[in-house]
């Protein structure tokens, strides 16, 4: 198992980021509450598909924890029975959580799905600290930091359902993102520690520098972009349908967010510019500056062209996998090895 631990910890890293798609595209289409409840769905381990599912109808068997909508609200069944030619109110009791009690078929799904791919990214973690055992002797960094994710995907989770039960609450939301981060940085970091390479990059202090501070932007951004979005979302529910006036007043997040977004550019253009200029072999800055001025596009698309379709999602995708890469960037640029 040894031998393949670094392959496991990729795949482990791969499905987290899966889980930010996943995550993503439940953003885009507004799903986050397709699920109502948590871990389950609507009180089954696979969801329904149809409202009729979810309705008191005679003569039907129910079990405990199941909900059917009733009067607009949620009711969780007491106990298991079955339903007689009467609704009888004793077997039933109100879902507390909140009083969000709307049937999506496609909320409801998309929701599951994200919320599948977060299980497998979790079983992947748990394989991945189960087999770093096998470098206790070599590095017990490694053991200690793979279960430390292990605990952080619990605790992920845990905010999931935090966020389900506040009906999105826009700063659990940022943690929740601000959390898979994290997530994405550890698993990184265990990478780099069980498979050393001889650095061929040349130690530079301000190149390293200035490659924290735009990390710390492209976290700072990722925040922003968050707010941005639920300022959109609370558009879409006040009822304007339509995507040419989402943006049409914004809040002043909205102006820091696209004002940071040149600090960001110039941040990562001067490293581009001193990479090459001196010669210190970080070839990972190429694909910041290609992630970035897509980055950019899909941003100006979203303004200019109206929130095409896929394009919150791609958004947030590639600020993923340019905080990855930038957080890499910075192991890499260590002095010491690791």
Not at 1 to 27: C, D, E, N, P, Q
Request: hydrophobic share 50%.
């Amino acid at each position: 198992m040894k031998k393949h631990f670094t392959s496991i910890a990729k795949t482990a890293l791969i499905l987290v980021y899966l889980v930010i798609v996943a995550g993503a595209l439940v953003r885009m289409t507004g799903s986050g509450m397709g699920c109502p409840d948590w871990p389950k769905c609507f009180g089954y381990y696979i969801p329904p598909t149809d409202v009729k599912e979810l309705t008191w109808s005679e003569n039907r068997e129910f079990k405990k924890g199941q909900v059917i909508i009733k009067d607009q609200s949620l009711l969780v069944a007491k106990d298991n029975f079955t339903t007689g030619s009467t609704f009888e109110a004793s077997h039933w009791e109100k879902y507390t959580k909140h009083d969000y009690a709307i049937f999506n078929p496609t909320h409801t799904w998309t929701e599951y799905i994200n919320r599948l791919t977060g299980a497998l990214a979790g079983l992947a973690c748990f394989v991945m600290a189960i087999a770093s055992f096998s470098l206790w002797k070599q590095s017990k960094k490694i053991t200690l930091l793979s279960w430390l994710v292990v605990f952080m995907m619990g605790f992920q989770a845990w905010l999931g359902a935090t966020v389900v039960y506040s009906v999105l609450n826009p700063v659990k939301i940022t943690v929740h993102m601000v959390m898979a981060l994290v997530i994405v940085a550890v698993i990184l970091y265990i990478i780099r520690l069980a498979k050393p390479v001889s650095s061929d990059k040349i130690f530079n202090p301000m190149f390293r520098t200035v490659l924290w501070v735009s990390l710390g932007l492209t976290l700072v951004q990722v925040v922003l972009g968050t707010q941005v979005r639920q300022f959109v979302d609370e558009q879409v529910k006040s009822g304007i349908g339509n995507e040419t006036l989402w943006l049409s007043n914004p809040e002043i997040s909205f102006y820091f967010h696209r004002t940071f977004s040149f600090l960001v550019l110039f941040a990562n253009l001067f490293l581009y510019l001193r990479n090459k200029r001196l010669k210190l072999g970080f070839d990972k800055i190429n694909w910041v500056m290609l992630l970035l001025l897509a980055e950019i596009a899909s941003g100006i698309a979203m303004y200019y062209l109206h929130f095409p379709f896929g394009s919150q999602t791609i958004h947030l995708v590639l600020a993923s996998i340019l905080f990855g890469i930038q957080f890499y960037m910075i192991l890499e640029a260590r002095k010491n090895r690791l």
